[in-house]
């Protein structure tokens, strides 16, 4: 099992950017698919991106694609997702997620290693 520590969140206004962060240890992280998730308050944890370990990068939707962007370095066993035009409905505990090998990642039940969460919160 890999572990998973997030980090970068923090309390923005609306229109600014975060980069969260999430270092990888105890596993071959070149051989994991990644993924952030995100739980906003008082709804069902959902898709956010994903970089899979073959390199195939996915967004939950077209909003995502065009503010968010997810990479990875797998040197530093580091996933990052960078959020611009931060908007008040982008407020949630953002989760890193990991699976090995997975080959689609869509749900969070396609993952099976978890992360703590980090805070997002936009004002507006």
């Known amino acids: 099992q890999v572990q998973l520590v997030e980090s970068g969140g923090g309390l923005v206004q609306a229109g600014d950017s975060l980069r969260l962060s999430c270092v990888a240890s105890?596993?071959?992280?070149?051989?994991?698919?990644m993924g952030w998730f995100r739980q906003p308050p008082g709804k069902e944890r959902e898709f956010v991106a994903a970089?899979?370990?073959?390199?195939?990068?996915?967004y939950n939707d077209d909003s995502a694609k065009a503010r968010f962007t997810i990479s990875r370095d797998n040197a530093k066993n580091t996933v990052y997702l960078q959020m611009n035009s931060l908007k008040p409905e982008d407020t949630a505990v953002y989760y890193c997620a990991a699976k090995r090998w997975k080959t689609v990642v869509r749900n969070p039940g396609d993952m099976d290693n978890w992360g703590k969460g980090t805070l997002v919160t936009v004002s507006s």
């Open positions: 970089f899979d370990w073959s390199g195939v990068i996915t």
């Open positions: 105890g596993g071959t992280f070149s051989a994991y698919s």
